[in-house]
């Protein structure tokens, strides 16, 4: 069968190898085409509810933003400030009444504010939407010190709490005298500049106008829930929703979008936002239940569709294909010798006759002149191997009387947008394309070529405030279509004037130079080499180094991006050449290495193989970039994979925890512990909620108590000793503790207990 399909004609074996195609094609890949659209549709239905979701979270997180900047704003206002410093009467009722103008909101927030109450300690007084009244008569009191009390330690100046209760009724007296905390509420610190703050501004915020503007964002078969940061349902549209999410516990998964099938062919998309401020989270759902019927009926129509057309498809494909290579066959023939005869292959007829053709392929010069242009820029050649180049690609008239070197690098706008490598040289190359057709670059020696991250040009100078002129002229085109088309920044750097041909590298490495010692911490520059500069040293700042690898440690990237931005801005500041720079370079790029192996994360944390980091720094041209490089693929990793470690240890971390408040008789704080353990307050707050459901100072006040009793029981010592054991300033405080935790006096506690006893 191969040796008859062999000696067909050269139409007849396209024929049959189209039909044999497009057989094979259709059956092979037409079920998967199917299965392929629905995935297709499925993933656009997962990014429109995506996008939806992040727009109702955006429009809830304006709504928070407003209200938080209004208030922290009313803390620099006179009015507000002169009520929070002074113990104002009753008798002023301007100023209090100027001052709950302006924290009513004054129609700005107004309609996001269901209740304010500013409560202050230093003055014992409490103004609000209530009215205003002493501290002493405000009936939770204890609620509003613990809040106080809770957030002070970590230096907190606002939050946002979620509180599931009941207010009560709007027509006793209890309404007036207590401040509202119940739903979700705004606590600001104040005043804020000042180290410890001595009052509370509490701001309820209106749910119930916010779940409204919610509803009117939503789609057709939407459903919405919106979650405290506790995890308590705020609002829902509708409650099956509810239960899926405890079914398929989707608050427990890193991802934000979810498919679900709830069977009978019904499928249910679930996305989540979270707002990292008040830490809402918000679940929106679309129901779905006939993509798949629908796909699979039209599934074999057009698969029946398809068999009809194959025959025709083949036909078209075949005379698509022959009737050229047929014409060109005639073609030639008229113009030849040897004539095609009668039932010859044409195709064999062809490709005798492109042998004969001269062999000077214009594509093959073209690569071959790019290929000696990135070897001269290398210093690969020797003398006379760059003789033999100029020799073979005829290129002995176009060498100049003088050249200089440019070389022009990509700039990204937003500090953490990363560009790939191949992604980086199809916009260098279709940059080039550009160049070309508005450059006539045939008349000179070498043509631009993408070498080392970069666009290189060899350009011939004679007058030189000509070429100012020229360069002046491009340099703002260029810059003008690299923004326009790809959104970014360019940096230039153009060598000295030389006239030595053999001297390509050492121009190539000034232009290089250049970019480096321009303004790189701007938007588009041009940067001219200059023999007097770039010769400063800089020593490499350990301190630094060892700063980062504990914030790495850690797993604070705040602590990590600010060193990094510190080490490179000494870098950027300073005149230092790229052999100075580079030694620099790597030993940061070691220490980050280093740091991930002693901490057990491995080579693979990184999102590139280390092997490919090195070859990105060595050949830099942009600190910008190199900055942005690592803190992407080496510091983000890093420090997501050393937050899971020790997420994972919070058990461990706990039974640490006890046993040092115990070493210390509960007499120590957050900060206190969080520097002995070397780990942040945040965290450490996170693992007693996680392992205790308690604060830092609810968990000592435990203790303190559980101690208090032990001794009151089982020693003879004094109140006022245990007082002092306890750290507590006089034995007054202790019994007001006491007695707040237990309902009864340490005196009436002791009685009670030996009774027992006895």
């Known amino acids: 069968m191969l040796k008859i399909i062999k000696n067909m004609r050269y139409k007849y074996r396209v024929l049959i190898a189209i039909t044999l195609f497009l057989i094979v094609t259709v059956v092979s890949f037409g079920t998967i085409f199917v299965r392929s659209y629905i995935e297709r549709n499925t993933e656009l239905r997962v990014s429109e509810l995506s996008k939806d979701t992040d727009n109702i979270m955006a429009s809830l997180e304006n709504t928070f933003v407003t209200v938080y900047k209004y208030y922290l704003a009313t803390q620099t206002n006179d009015e507000v400030k002169y009520i929070v410093e002074n113990d104002v009467g009753y008798d002023q009722v301007s100023a209090i009444t100027d001052a709950a103008d302006t924290l009513s909101g004054n129609n700005i927030v107004s309609d996001y504010v269901s209740a ?210 047929h014409a060109a066959a005639s073609e030639i023939a008229k113009e030849n010798s040897e004539q095609l005869l009668p039932g010859e292959d044409e195709l064999k007829y062809l490709t005798n006759s492109v042998k004969r053709l001269d062999n000077k392929n214009e594509a093959l010069i073209e690569h071959t002149t790019n290929l000696f242009a990135m070897r001269l820029y290398r210093n690969e050649l020797t003398k006379e191997e760059i003789d033999q180049y100029i020799y073979r690609l005829s290129l002995s008239d176009k060498i100049p009387e003088n050249y200089l070197i440019i070389t022009l690098v990509l700039k ?41 991250r970069s666009v290189v040009a060899f350009v011939e100078t004679k007058d030189t405030e000509e070429f100012r002129e020229i360069m002046l002229k491009n340099y703002n085109y260029i810059r003008q279509y690299i923004y326009n088309k790809y959104g970014m920044n360019i940096g230039i750097g153009i060598s000295r004037p030389y006239t030595n041909i053999y001297q390509i590298n050492e121009a190539y490495t000034e232009s290089a130079q250049a ?157 206190e512990c969080s520097e002995i353990l070397s780990y942040h307050t945040s965290y450490i707050w996170r693992v007693l909620k996680e392992e205790k459901n308690m604060t830092f100072t609810e968990y000592v006040e435990q203790y303190k108590l559980k101690l208090a009793k032990d001794l009151l029981t089982n020693s003879d010592m004094t109140v006022g000793a245990i007082a002092e054991k306890l750290s507590y300033t006089n034995a007054q405080n202790f019994i007001r503790f006491f007695n707040k935790m237990v309902g009864i006096t340490p005196g009436k506690f002791r009685q009670v207990s030996r009774a027992k006893q006895i």
């Open 116 to 325: 304010y109450t500013l409560v202050n300690f230093k003055t014992g007084t409490v103004l609000g939407s209530r009215g205003r009244y002493p501290t002493s008569e405000v009936l939770n009191l204890d609620e509003i010190i613990d809040i106080y009390d809770t957030y002070i330690e970590t230096y907190t100046k606002n939050l946002w709490i979620y509180i599931d209760s009941e207010a009560p009724d709007k027509n006793s007296r209890d309404y007036r005298m207590t401040v509202p905390i119940s739903g979700l509420d705004l606590i600001l610190f104040v005043p804020y500049s000042e180290v410890t703050p001595y009052a509370l501004f509490v701001i309820n915020m209106n749910m119930k106008q916010i779940t409204t503007d919610l509803k009117k964002q939503l789609q057709k078969n939407q459903d919405a829930v919106l979650y405290s940061a506790d995890g308590e349902v705020i609002f829902s549209t509708n409650d099956e929703l509810v239960k899926l999410i405890d079914q398929y516990k989707l608050d427990e998964s890193d991802e934000t979008s979810h498919i679900l099938n709830i069977g009978k062919g019904k499928k249910v998309y679930v996305s989540r936002s979270t707002y990292s401020v008040a830490g809402l989270q918000l679940y929106v759902s679309y129901y779905n239940e006939g993509l798949e019927i629908f796909t699979n009926i039209y599934q074999v129509f057009g698969f029946v569709i398809v068999v009809l057309l194959l025959l025709l498809i083949s036909i078209i494909v075949f005379y698509s294909i022959y009737k050229p290579i």
């Open 412 to 452: 990204m706008i937003n500090e953490d947008t990363v560009i790939s490598a191949d992604e980086e040289k199809r916009i260098c190359t279709e940059i080039i394309d550009e160049l070309k057709r508005n450059v006539d670059s045939r008349k000179y020696f070498l043509p631009m070529v993408y070498y080392s």
């Open 515 to 671: 970019i480096q010692l321009g303004k790189i911490d701007t938007g588009s520059f041009i940067s001219r080499y200059s023999e007097d500069s770039g010769f400063a040293l800089v020593k490499y700042d350990e301190d630094k180094e060892q700063e980062l690898q504990r914030a790495l440690r850690l797993g604070d990237k705040e602590s990590a991006y600010r060193l990094i931005d510190e080490i490179f801005a000494n870098l950027i500041g300073q005149k230092i050449t790229r052999d100075n720079t580079i030694p620099i370079l790597l030993q940061l790029v070691n220490s980050i290495v280093m740091e991930a192996q002693n901490s057990g994360l491995g080579m693979d944390v990184f999102r590139e193989e280390v092997k490919d980091i090195y070859p990105v720094i060595i050949d830099y041209h942009d600190l910008n970039r190199v900055r942005k490089y690592i803190k992407f693929n080496m510091i983000d990793p890093v420090i997501y994979k050393q937050n899971q470690l020790i997420e994972n240890q919070s058990g461990t971390i706990m039974a640490t925890i006890e046993q040092l408040v115990e070493s210390k008789s509960g007499n120590i704080t957050l900060n």
